[in-house]
């Protein structure tokens, strides 16, 4: 093929790009030659939006087009990727509208900073990481990732730059990994727009339903029913009126019991014993709504694409939800024979309601309900005060009746971004055989996000109520300068240089303004708070690159590839701000030598190796003092506010700043095979990758005899072996029908080689037991706490009958699972197609507490057996060192057992059905073309654990997907919907 | 045209580097970098960093999780709620030695340390240089946070502690540390005492304790200084006398406790009725309920109040039942007082060391006793907002004749279960050091299994346990990690 076709095709296929006159016939060759060497010829985007041959990489890129991503009933990226590509482990934290997603590729490079990739949209980096942490993830709503902000539907193409060799031409941003991102556009031209009209609605349902047990009520054991206790271990409900103290038997009530909190609700409070399904009861049926218009033409000079989208969720759990609009317009115009311009311009406006978990959750009150209270039934607050609630269960945790009526998390994030390029590209030499490409691209990013934390005058833990209203204002510039020179100097060498410089600005205003002790129920604002304080945080960071890469090709069969780039990055401190990264790769197609060229069986086949270094860069600060903040530990609202009575105070922030930081390093080394048999029908591909992370930058928790928690400094050293099979298949191809079947698996193997002198572990969040931490000599992450005391040969320790656990907290699991495998599925009859995804996750281990909660208070049907009746448990006695003959209470055993955390230490392995959908292309009708379809998503097939979906859980940073407590729960959704084209 | 568009594009490229290369100077980036929020460290007055030295040193930690967890082992306070406390109460190892127990106050005494530190570097050398007032109030407080620790803790990282340069810090002996501390409280004590001849008031009102009153600061110091004394009196006998000496200067020099009371329900809590409305894991001890009941005491009512109405007044020491209810058992109607003050040192307990020490030494020690359990009065009436008629606490003293040391000591157990657990911790250690009994405790899960559960100390924090060698040596590995808090008295408290 000749440069020019080359060219054109790549960006004809991946980026901006007008065909003029000139271009037609081209375009024209372009498209046959594609027909006709489809494979070999195939291009992918390439960092900074570079298109090459897939054939020239000495690297893994894998790629998603349109039909590859499943939208329908989705409203995240993240989702509607889950279970396509090998080597990226998506960890959503739950189906709860807006819920953060964990995306990790090829495994973790920071211990605690970001491990997300970058993401790239239409040439420009956005920002895609979550503005607000959700911390220890002890407490509060799930907060959004950026990434919510993009509509999935818009995406013509997804790239994932996986290895650094990939990514490295983006610098200090890319060692997580690049997901280049292209949205759709016009590619025919035609006389007249193209309209696109589709909507899809989807009911969701738990994925899986708590059963709890029904036999036993409230109390704090078999003889003891207790309105007031916090777990279920009472007498049996039938048994109610006969009790002492409660029961109506002997007090002239026959046949039924005193509750007081039906008196308390202004109830008659002798009721008869009875039975209340009070999950059925809270839960709703979720609905999900996508609707997107969109109108695209490619006309002689100029093509132009503008969408408009609104999705809609309505969460399981009441008033939670989410709202997003898109809108979106993209022009490319050619200008003059060797100039165009052009612009994207994006908009979306998101506003969730989300509900907290943990400390502060609302579904532990539904999951640990006596089936004897009727959750719903019963008044939430007592009569003419709905600042006073009633609850089963007293003070601590709030009724989820009156939580939904009177308090909110709230979300709302409103966005521009986009670019606007210049672009002169020429053409010259003998046979314009070589080619000159300048293109400038100025970029913006600007979002505004408001949170507001709303709870009443009556919440649980915080009696006099309060309003956080927290939020950013983030303006990155981004401007990008490129050229680029290829040449074909015979027909046997293939040569492509390109230099650059980038340069990122960003600024951010952060606000914090909390108001507390309201003065009256009914006005939750800050204007009705009796204690306001506020904080306001700037920061502001520049980054400059230059940059350069070296591609040779020989023979369409060695592929050469250099680059290099320089950083300098305003957050690391003086002279310590300039880092070099190179990388190297190359690829050899040796079904291109001459006794393996046509060969029948295997079509094509090569070999790549690459080697890359990137490296982060720290955020270093003077040492500094702040104002302290009185929270956490006990404490569930901030009982010191400064500034108290007009005083303030400062002391010494609690990390402190290495001057000598140096730029984090990871090294890179990766290689692998693609190779295609039988006609292009089987395609396998291989991919191993070693990854060696050295001086990590991070907050390395030092000993608090410091004085300090937390020094950021360069330490400890992480690498991961991964691995990566992608296997395709075409099974059946004929005009009428043909069938596709995908697999991929990856698995990880990431040790945490070491951490910092003297530190064994770090804390990425969790209670004081358990955690999710670094554990040096484990993988990463592994859950930490109190676990069983054993005997040398692994038998429990029994004091006095009862097992014991260790005084201090050690690792207790690694969490990374074994194996991530994804199968897909495409078929299609005729004018029927069915495609389908399914995700299996061997092994893992995450925390679950709800669990282990539930069956320490004697909720699960688990528990049934233990409720009544003594045993002589299994284990050695801690005192004699011989076998335990001490008999017991069965639930007093059980009770003590998980009490010790390594009881809610659970394997996460599962099957699900990620998405099936059947849809059917009507015939054309005028000029409509309508498809109908069906979908269903997140159908939990099996699970290793009882009773909840293990895709749930606390947190939206890199302990998220391992540590559960209450956490909002995960979907399955039905739905259906239309797509009609015009 | 193709030539303009190609000296265009040389124009433009040129520009772009010239830009690009302008603005990445290292002073550009320092100016971009600049931390325009928040102020480094040189440039802030000491003085305000004063008061949350102080409020730390009271709400987190005299006031906090230590008091917490240590007035469950005095059983001046019964753990409930089915939770973390319950397995307190329930002596169980998994909270009594667990280094996470008790890391947040660990970390943040040591950082209130370093806070202190800076604060008397400062006026050493700093931009407070010579303001000695401000200087002594340091060196008080620094006392006061190093005696809880080692008393807590036993040997602790103290001449390596707060160095950024230092991540892994010694510990030392609590031996020297307690002679250290000594010497402290005397350069404190001369500090104030020329601060005072200077008329001194540079910390004006950031002293959120005493408002800059220089001479209140240095009654303070004398009477750290006595207790301090007094809590190695085991250990060294002679302290005894020395301890009464500073004491009874506290009183000389108008000691009115060290009473914050800053705490309003609005902007500030009190810790133990934060803690409160956070959990309600506190209830009444019957422990002290029936040292009350014996004595007819007018407290009761105050120190069992059935809050939940639920008639259960105080639960026995362990009682696992009970422990496992949440608001069920009786509480201290103080619990619900966000604004009652937070004591670092009250005025009950200086006129109870007086009147141990008097007693020890044979000297009359009744007025001392008697002002002791008047302030104490006025402490439980004042935090309850309920009232004790003079009557009342007339009648109440009279039976008492002249005082015993064994009466002398179970007042100031009555007294400091309000709001001086810690002190009350050493009292019962010094004590048995002593072979002293005088408050029995009660809590059968003190002995478990023929082996003692009753922590002789506390668990160092967990951030030094996984972040310093020489914490994780002595807290030990495998199935006894920790328990040596169960094995030995600490020097202070063993004779």
Redesign the interface.
């Known amino acids: 093929m000749k440069l020019k076709s080359k060219i054109c095709l790549s960006l004809l296929l991946l980026s901006p790009v007008v065909p003029g006159h000139a271009e037609e016939t081209i375009l024209t060759d372009s498209l046959a030659a594609l027909t006709e060497d489809t494979v070999l010829d195939e291009v992918v985007v390439t960092a900074l939006g570079i298109g090459r041959e897939r054939k020239s990489l000495g690297y893994a890129v894998s790629d998603l087009s349109e039909k590859d991503i499943n939208t329908s009933g989705v409203t995240s990226i993240t989702s509607a990727i889950q279970g396509k590509v090998s080597g990226v482990d998506i960890r959503p934290s739950s189906s709860s509208p807006g819920a953060s997603s964990q995306i990790v590729i090829r495994g973790a490079r920071s211990f605690s900073d970001s491990n997300r990739p970058l993401y790239v949209i239409d040439g420009m980096p956005v920002a895609a990481n979550p503005d607000f942490s959700t911390g220890n993830s002890t407490k509060g709503a799930n907060l959004a990732d950026r990434s919510i902000d993009f509509n999935p539907e818009d995406i013509e193409s997804i790239s994932f730059l996986k290895g650094q060799a990939a990514s490295a031409l983006y610098g200090i941003r890319a060692s997580n990994g690049v997901i280049i991102i292209t949205t759709k556009r016009a590619h025919k031209k035609t006389p007249k727009p193209t309209i696109t009209f589709s909507t899809n609605l989807s009911g969701e349902v738990l994925s899986r339903r708590f059963h709890p047990q029904e036999i036993y009520s409230q109390g ?2 078999i003889n ?1 029913y ?1 309105p ?4 279920n271990w009472g007498p049996a409900i039938s048994s109610l009126p006969d009790i002492p103290k409660y029961g109506g038997n002997s007090q002239g009530h026959p046949g039924m019991y005193y509750n007081p909190k039906l008196e308390q609700a202004g109830l008659d409070p002798w009721t008869a014993p009875a039975i209340y399904d009070n999950i059925g009861d809270f839960f709703n049926t979720g609905f999900t709504e996508n609707t997107s218009l969109s109108i695209s033409q490619a006309l002689a000079n100029a093509t132009y694409s503008f969408g408009l989208n609104n999705s809609y969720q309505k969460g399981v759990v009441p008033t939670t939800d989410m709202n997003r609009w898109n809108v979106r317009g993209l022009v490319d115009w050619k200008l003059a024979k ?2 165009k311009t052009g612009f994207s311009a994006n908009y979306s406006s998101v506003s969730i309601h989300s509900a907290p978990g943990a400390n502060s959750a609302i579904v532990n009150t539904v999951y640990q309900a006596p089936a004897e209270y009727n959750l719903k039934g019963i008044p939430f607050h007592i009569p003419g005060d709905p600042s006073v609630q009633v609850s089963y269960r ?3 945790y709030d009724n989820p009746y009156w939580w939904a009526e009177n308090n909110q998390y709230y979300q709302h994030t409103s966005r521009g971004f986009g670019n606007a390029y210049l672009e ?1 590209m020429h053409y010259f030499g003998s046979d314009e055989n070589m080619s000159i490409r ?1 293109r ?1 691209q100025a970029g913006l990013d600007i979002y505004t996000t408001n949170n507001s934390d709303i709870l009443e005058v009556g919440s649980a ?1 915080s ?1 006099g109520g309060s309003v956080n209203n927290y939020g950013v204002s983030k303006n990155n510039f981004n ?1 990008l ?1 490129t ?1 680029d020179f290829n040449a074909l100097f015979n027909s046997n060498f293939d040569f492509n240089a390109m230099l650059g ?1 980038e ?1 990122e600005n960003r600024n951010a205003i952060w606000r914090d303004y909390t108001g507390s ?1 309201l003065n009256f129920y009914g006005m939750p604002t800050i204007g009705n708070a ?2 306001i304080s506020g904080r ?7 980054s ?1 690159g ?1 940059f350069g890469s070296v591609s040779l090709g020989w023979k369409s069969m060695l592929f050469l590839n250099v680059t290099g780039r320089t950083d ?4 690391m401190p ?2 310590h ?1 300039t880092f070099f990264y190179p990388s190297v790769s190359l690829a050899w197609i040796f079904t291109e030598l001459p006794a393996l060229r046509g060969n029948s069986i295997l079509n094509y086949g090569k070999l790549r190796v690459s080697f890359a270094e990137v490296g982060q860069a720290g955020s ?7 104002i ?1 903040t ?1 929270s ?6 901030s ?16 990390q ?1 700043y290495d001057p000598n930081l140096r730029p984090q390093n990871t090294r890179n080394i990766e290689t692998g095979f693609d190779l295609e048999f039988f006609n292009r029908r089987l395609k396998v591909s291989y991919t191993l990758a070693y990854q060696d992370v050295k001086d990590q930058i991070f907050s ?10 937390y ?1 950021l400094a360069n330490a400890g050293r992480i690498r991961t072996w991964s691995n990566e099979i992608d296997l395709q298949g075409v099974i059946l191809r004929a005009p009428d029908y043909e069938l596709n079947v995908g697999v991929n698996l990856s698995t990880l193997d990431n040790k945490v080689v070491e951490l ?6 770090i804390m990425l969040g969790g209670f ?2 358990p955690q999710i931490r670094a554990e040096e000599g484990h993988t990463y992450p592994s859950i930490y706490g ?1 676990a069983f ?2 005997t040398e040969d692994g038998q429990l ?1 029994l ?2 009958g009862l097992p ?6 050690i690792c207790i699991a690694d969490c990374t699972p074994d194996l991530i495998a994804g199968f897909n599925l495409n078929g299609r009859w005729k004018r029927l197609a069915l495609s389908a995804t399914l995700s299996w996750q061997n092994g893992g281990r995450m925390y679950h507490g709800t669990n282990m909660t539930l069956n320490y208070s004697g909720v699960t049907k688990e528990s049934i057996p233990w409720h009544e009746g003594t045993f002589i448990a299994e284990g050695i006695d ?2 004699t060192g011989e076998p335990n003959t001490v008999e017991v209470d069965r639930q007093k055993y059980y009770q003590a057992y998980y ?2 955390t390594e009881s809610g230490v659970y394997d996460m392995s599962f099957v699900k059905l990620r998405d099936i959908t059947l849809s059917y292309d009507l015939p054309k009708f005028g000029p409509f073309q309508f498809q109908l379809f069906a979908f269903a998503r997140n159908v939990l097939l099996w699970a290793k654990m009882p009773n909840f979906d293990p895709e749930s859980s606390q947190g939206n940073g890199n302990m998220g997907g391992y540590f559960e407590r209450f956490s909002m729960p995960a979907t399955t959704s039905i739905g259906g919907g239309f797509k009609v084209v015009f | 045209m193709k030539k303009r568009y190609n000296i265009f594009t040389l124009s433009l490229c040129s520009l772009l580097l010239l830009l690009f290369a302008s603005g990445c100077t290292e002073d550009e980036m320092d100016r971009i970098n600049t931390n325009t929020s928040t102020p480094p460290v040189s440039m802030v007055d000491a003085r305000f960093q004063l008061s949350d030295a102080i409020m730390s040193m009271a709400f987190t930690t005299y006031g906090g999780s230590y008091a917490w967890h240590v007035a469950s082992y005095t059983e001046q306070i019964f753990g409930d709620g089915g939770a973390q406390m319950m397995f307190a109460e329930l002596r169980d190892p998994i909270i009594t030695a667990a280094p996470t127990t008790f890391n947040n106050e660990w970390n943040n005494t040591y950082r209130n340390l370093l806070n202190i530190k800076i604060i008397i570097d400062k006026c050493e050398n700093g931009i407070n240089q010579g303001q000695l007032d401000l200087m002594g109030m340091g060196r008080v407080l620094k006392v006061l946070g190093f005696q809880a620790l080692t008393e807590l803790h036993g040997d602790i990282p103290f001449n390596d502690a707060l160095n950024e340069e230092i991540r892994n810090p010694r510990l030392e002996k609590q031996e020297d540390i307690y002679a250290s501390l000594l010497n402290e409280i005397d350069v404190a004590i001369e500090n104030l005492s020329e601060a005072v001849e200077n008329n001194m008031a540079y910390a004006g009102k950031q002293d959120i304790l005493y408002e800059g009153d220089t001479k209140k600061w240095l009654a303070l110091a004398y009477a750290v200084k006595g207790r301090l004394l007094l809590d190695g009196s085991a250990k060294i006998p002679s302290n005894v006398s020395k301890a009464l000496e500073y004491a009874e200067k506290a009183i000389e020099n108008g000691f009115d406790g060290a009473v914050l009371d800053i705490f309003n329900g609005v902007e500030a809590d009190n810790s133990w009725a934060a803690y409160f409305r956070s959990r309600h894991y506190s209830g009444a001890c019957a422990t002290v309920a029936l040292l009350m009941q014996e004595r007819s005491d007018p407290r009761l009512p105050i120190y069992a109040s059935d809050v939940f109405e639920t008639g259960v007044l105080y639960a026995p020491a362990g009682d696992a039942t009970l422990s496992a209810t949440i608001d069920n058992v009786g509480t201290p109607a103080w619990m619900t007082n966000e604004s009652a003050s937070i004591k670092l040192l009250s005025k009950a307990s200086i006129h109870f060391i007086i009147a141990e020490c008097k007693r020890r030494l044979s000297l009359d020690a009744s007025s001392d006793f008697e002002a002791g359990v008047r302030e104490s009065m006025k402490d439980y009436s004042v935090s309850s907002g309920v009232a004790i008629a003079d009557a009342d606490i007339a009648s109440y003293i009279s039976q008492f004749g002249t005082p015993t040391l064994e009466e002398i000591m179970v007042q100031k157990y009555i007294s400091q279960a309000r709001d001086c657990q810690i002190e009350t911790y050493n009292d019962l250690r010094r004590c048995m050091a002593n072979g002293e009994e005088f408050i029995k405790l009660q809590n059968p899960n003190n002995i478990n299994n023929g082996q003692n559960r009753w922590p002789y100390s506390l668990p160092y924090g967990n951030s030094d346990v996984v972040s310093n060698p020489f914490i994780a040596s002595v807290f030990g590995t495998g199935n006894n990690a920790g328990y040596y808090i169960f094995e030995r008295p600490l020097w202070l408290f063993s004779n």
Request: aromatic residues 12%.
């Open positions: 704090t054991n003891t207790n007031n206790a916090a777990t060797d100039w007293p003070t601590v002169y300048v400038e833990g009696g401007n300068f050229v410089s340069i002790n009796t204690v306001e945080y700037s920061s502001r960071s520049r400059v230059f300098i990055v305003s957050s003086r002279n701000r270093y600060r003077e040492n500094y003092l702040t302290p009185y956490g530990g006990m404490y569930t609202y009982p010191v506010v400064y500034p108290i009575n007009g005083v303030t105070a400062y002391v010494p922030y609690q402190v390395i928790p030092t000993a608090g005899s410091t004085g300090y928690r020094m910092a002198p003297g530190v064994e572990s004081t037991s109190t005391q054993r320790l004091s006095n014991v656990a260790t005084a201090g907290s801690k005192a009490a010790i």
